[in-house]
């Protein structure tokens, strides 16, 4: 999730304060990728016998830009360079690119590096037992909301009973739950400590120049080691990597590494070589107030009551004999039996077989244990399960990869991390400008609320479709040949380009495939669109663009587990309950699109206009496979169209619209089955 990097420059290092600098510096922006939401840096300096800690609610491109970050780069290095040439003294740095999750970024406290029982670490992860942990040791005084605060606390706890570093980091792994890539500096140890139960961490080594540079992912070594001419610095560089449930502890005067296992059946009880400093490093918090680019609105006055459920009305609609669609479905038509011509047309699955898909991907199976897929992985439920199927079916070594636009829930976040931690999966999350992402949606919503029609409702989410660009882009990085998609068959929604009067192709895997015809009809429909509401023309439109692009016409050559693997409800609900822990939400009795923020407020204005959702679709697509009767499927219909306040509410405050005047102008808009 976060990107978090460091480096160890022992005696003899070669390096210059220019040459760190820019190191430094390259690192954060290459980071930034990761978290775009805050930045930190902690810097040990032995001569000056401290550990500074800088941190802010600024992107890091934005941070290494500031005077007030200069400054303290200067200052926190002073002594250990003569003059700014020559290293004279070592000394080791962590830093951080965050993306949100527990705690807000407006409290400096919970923007990383975090200090506490005389640690600083930074951490990539979410623990989500970190309430249970903090009720379980009442010996420990919670200061923070961060979720690393306890790691920290755990592993300090065990360093002061006597235990190795190893033992200590074992100990603190087992009693959390999640997922953790960590970087810590210690005030009375020159040791930097990395531990990870993922596998998130990579680093260059360079033994013969005493220099350590650490990273979450191998891709932004690779790209440090030619944009800052690392091989002229430190000679021959070579990425390595951190495997799941493994740790590196740096000696800070030498550089010199040590790897240790925290695998259960692998504990590594080796003592610590490490001198205890006497006295301890002080750390000092130099942070200081920089203006932040976060706009959240508080809607505290929002009233439930608001959101309308027509359900009476609704279920008067003449509805499909077989299926649950309504006759304000597009393009619907019903024969002489009663039966729509979305049931007529319908194409049963043909599911492939586990064992056919053992055999296609054995190809790619790498014997080395490095990764050899990319699986897209939004937090969701079929996501998770195909991530659970790669992993313990398949074999395979994957890595998982989330697009973050800004409306990935932190329970999705949360429920992603319980499945990377207890599998031991390496978590690339790309993360978009997320402050400009949302107010791009609300850019969107605002203009669809002066001339709505239902045909432009994907417009909310066009900023998540850029996910098919990086996935590409990750697949070439990484040099792996495999991209897993784990796309539920039963989502199709034509629905969606049928408002936009694009009728149905029955048969068609993907309403990416559609013709190119179709592709230029859809393009025609919006451009009338912006023409008619001038609204739409906003700061969104080169991203809309964007997303279309990614969309429609870069390739989409991935595997989708799901055409091998028939998709059960129950045994998917019962794995990733039972086995992971997986959260729900409460404010549903379905596992269905809880991790997306946005689904809860489209689907809101579908059910409340049209008189349907995406889940009649769905629901539909199950009784047409012979998964749910009509009767079940109409029952589930009913109880999971009802409007999710929580949800709701947390969507319009994100983007930055008031809850009541929203919902108010949703409703007062002409409900298509009142016409009927």
Same mark, same amino acid.
């Given at each position: 999730?976060?990107?978090?990097?460091?480096?160890?420059?022992?005696?003899?290092?070669?390096?210059?304060?220019?040459?760190?600098?820019?190191?430094?510096?390259?690192?954060?922006?290459?980071?930034?990728?990761?978290?775009?939401?805050?930045?930190?840096?902690?810097?040990?300096?032995?001569?000056?016998?401290?550990?500074?800690?800088?941190?802010?609610?600024?992107?890091?491109?934005?941070?290494?830009?500031?005077?007030?970050?200069?400054?303290?780069?200067?200052?926190?290095?002073?002594?250990?360079?003569?003059?700014?040439?020559?290293?004279?003294?070592?000394?080791?740095?962590?830093?951080?690119?965050?993306?949100?999750?527990?705690?807000?970024?407006?409290?400096?406290?919970?923007?990383?590096?975090?200090?506490?029982?005389?640690?600083?670490?930074?951490?990539?992860?979410?623990?989500?037992?970190?309430?249970?942990?903090?009720?379980?040791?009442?010996?420990?005084?919670?200061?923070?909301?961060?979720?690393?605060?306890?790691?920290?606390?755990?592993?300090?706890?065990?360093?002061?009973?006597?235990?190795?570093?190893?033992?200590?980091?074992?100990?603190?792994?087992?009693?959390?739950?999640?997922?953790?890539?960590?970087?810590?500096?210690?005030?009375?140890?020159?040791?930097?400590?990395?531990?990870?139960?993922?596998?998130?961490?990579?680093?260059?080594?360079?033994?013969?120049?005493?220099?350590?540079?650490?990273?979450?992912?191998?891709?932004?070594?690779?790209?440090?080691?030619?944009?800052?001419?690392?091989?002229?610095?430190?000679?021959?560089?070579?990425?390595?990597?951190?495997?799941?449930?493994?740790?590196?502890?740096?000696?800070?005067?030498?550089?010199?590494?040590?790897?240790?296992?925290?695998?259960?059946?692998?504990?590594?009880?080796?003592?610590?070589?490490?001198?205890?400093?006497?006295?301890?490093?002080?750390?000092?918090?130099?942070?200081?107030?920089?203006?932040?680019?976060?706009?959240?609105?508080?809607?505290?006055?929002?009233?439930?009551?608001?959101?309308?459920?027509?359900?009476?009305?609704?279920?008067?609609?003449?509805?499909?004999?077989?299926?649950?669609?309504?006759?304000?479905?597009?393009?619907?038509?019903?024969?002489?039996?009663?039966?729509?011509?979305?049931?007529?047309?319908?194409?049963?699955?043909?599911?492939?077989?586990?064992?056919?898909?053992?055999?296609?991907?054995?190809?790619?199976?790498?014997?080395?244990?490095?990764?050899?897929?990319?699986?897209?992985?939004?937090?969701?439920?079929?996501?998770?399960?195909?991530?659970?199927?790669?992993?313990?079916?398949?074999?395979?070594?994957?890595?998982?990869?989330?697009?973050?636009?800004?409306?990935?829930?932190?329970?999705?976040?949360?429920?992603?991390?319980?499945?990377?931690?207890?599998?031991?999966?390496?978590?690339?999350?790309?993360?978009?400008?997320?402050?400009?992402?949302?107010?791009?949606?609300?850019?969107?919503?605002?203009? /669809?609320?002066? &001339? %709505?029609?239902?045909? $432009?409702?994907?417009?909310?989410?066009? *900023?998540?479709?850029?996910?098919?660009? @990086?996935?590409?882009?990750?697949?070439?990085?990484?040099?792996?040949?495999?991209?897993?998609?784990?796309?539920?068959?039963?989502?199709?929604?034509?629905?969606?380009?049928?408002?936009?009067?694009?009728?149905?192709?029955?048969?068609?895997?993907?309403?990416?495939?559609?013709?190119?015809?179709?592709?230029?009809?859809?393009?025609?429909?919006?451009?009338?669109?912006?023409?008619?509401?001038?609204?739409?023309?906003?700061?969104?439109?080169?991203?809309?663009?964007?997303?279309?692009?990614?969309?429609?016409?870069?390739?989409?050559?991935?595997?989708?587990?799901?055409?091998?693997?028939?998709?059960?409800?129950?045994?998917?609900?019962?794995?990733?309950?039972?086995?992971?822990? /997986?959260?729900? &939400? %409460?404010?549903?009795? $379905?596992?269905?699109?809880?991790?997306? *923020?946005?689904?809860?407020?489209?689907? @809101?204005?579908?059910?409340?206009?049209?008189?349907?959702?995406?889940?009649?679709?769905?629901?539909?697509?199950?009784?047409?496979?012979?998964?749910?009767?009509?009767?079940?499927?109409?029952?589930?219909?009913?109880?999971?169209?009802?409007?999710?306040?929580?949800?709701?509410?947390?969507?319009?405050?994100?983007?930055?619209?008031?809850?009541?005047?929203?919902?108010?102008?949703?409703?007062?808009?002409?409900?298509?089955?009142?016409?009927?």
């Amino acid at each position: 999730m976060c990107g978090i990097f460091g480096l160890v420059a022992g005696v003899d290092s070669g390096l210059t304060f220019k040459d760190t600098r820019t190191i430094v510096d390259r690192l954060f922006v290459l980071s930034e990728t990761r978290g775009k939401e805050s930045s930190g840096i902690a810097v040990k300096n032995f001569p000056l016998g401290e550990i500074g800690v800088f941190k802010t609610s600024l992107p890091a491109s934005a941070l290494v830009r500031t005077k007030e970050y200069r400054g303290f780069f200067k200052k926190s290095l002073d002594g250990c360079f003569s003059g700014e040439t020559q290293l004279c003294h070592p000394f080791s740095l962590i830093a951080h690119a965050r993306l949100v999750t527990n705690g807000s970024q407006e409290n400096n406290f919970n923007n990383q590096p975090v200090n506490k029982s005389g640690a600083v670490a930074v951490h990539n992860g979410i623990i989500v037992n970190v309430d249970q942990l903090w009720s379980r040791h009442r010996e420990f005084q919670r200061e923070y909301e961060v979720d690393t605060e306890i790691l920290i606390e755990l592993l300090c706890a065990c360093l002061r009973c006597g235990a190795t570093i190893p033992q200590a980091a074992y100990e603190a792994f087992q009693m959390i739950e999640g997922a953790a890539s960590v970087g810590m500096l210690f005030d009375d140890r020159p040791v930097l400590l990395l531990i990870t139960n993922t596998g998130s961490l990579y680093y260059i080594h360079s033994a013969g120049k005493n220099v350590l540079i650490f990273s979450s992912e191998r891709y932004i070594l690779e790209s440090l080691i030619t944009t800052a001419h690392l091989p002229q610095l430190l000679g021959p560089c070579t990425v390595k990597w951190v495997r799941p449930n493994e740790g590196r502890m740096i000696d800070e005067t030498t550089a010199a590494l040590e790897s240790f296992s925290i695998h259960a059946n692998q504990r590594d009880g080796r003592g610590c070589t490490h001198a205890i400093l006497q006295p301890p490093l002080q750390i000092k918090d130099r942070s200081r107030a920089l203006p932040s680019r976060v706009q959240i609105l508080s809607s505290s006055s929002a009233d439930p009551s608001l959101l309308e459920y027509n359900i009476e009305e609704i279920n008067r609609l003449k509805r499909c004999s077989r299926c649950l669609l309504p006759e304000t479905f597009p393009f619907i038509i019903y024969d002489k039996d009663g039966i729509c011509n979305y049931c007529r047309n319908y194409q049963p699955q043909v599911i492939l077989g586990l064992e056919e898909l053992k055999t296609l991907v054995s190809r790619y199976r790498k014997t080395t244990g490095e990764p050899d897929c990319l699986v897209t992985f939004s937090g969701g439920r079929d996501s998770s399960f195909g991530l659970h199927l790669a992993a313990r079916e398949l074999d395979l070594t994957p890595i998982a990869y989330t697009y973050d636009w800004g409306m990935v829930t932190d329970l999705a976040r949360r429920n992603q991390a319980r499945l990377c931690g207890k599998l031991g999966i390496e978590h690339i999350l790309v993360s978009a400008d997320i402050n400009r992402k949302r107010a791009n949606i609300r850019k969107n919503v605002e203009a /669809w609320l002066k &001339s %709505p029609s239902l045909g $432009t409702v994907p417009l909310f989410m066009a *900023g998540d479709k850029q996910y098919f660009y @990086y996935a590409n882009k990750l697949k070439k990085i990484n040099r792996i040949d495999l991209v897993i998609l784990c796309e539920n068959p039963l989502e199709k929604t034509d629905f969606k380009a049928g408002f936009c009067g694009i009728a149905p192709t029955f048969g068609g895997a993907h309403i990416y495939t559609m013709s190119a015809a179709k592709k230029l009809q859809m393009v025609g429909f919006y451009g009338r669109q912006y023409l008619n509401n001038p609204a739409y023309l906003n700061q969104s439109l080169i991203d809309t663009v964007g997303a279309f692009a990614s969309y429609y016409f870069i390739p989409h050559e991935y595997l989708n587990i799901y055409k091998y693997v028939r998709w059960e409800e129950k045994t998917v609900e019962r794995t990733l309950i039972g086995e992971y822990k /997986w959260e729900i &939400s %409460p404010d549903t009795q $379905t596992t269905w699109r809880i991790g997306d *923020g946005t689904a809860p407020f489209y689907n @809101y204005i579908y059910s409340t206009i049209s008189g349907f959702s995406e889940i009649d679709t769905f629901r539909s697509n199950q009784i047409r496979e012979g998964m749910l009767s009509r009767e079940e499927a109409m029952q589930a219909v009913n109880e999971e169209n009802k409007p999710r306040f929580e949800s709701i509410k947390w969507y319009l405050d994100t983007i930055g619209l008031e809850f009541n005047s929203t919902i108010r102008r949703i409703n007062s808009f002409p409900k298509l089955y009142r016409n009927k």
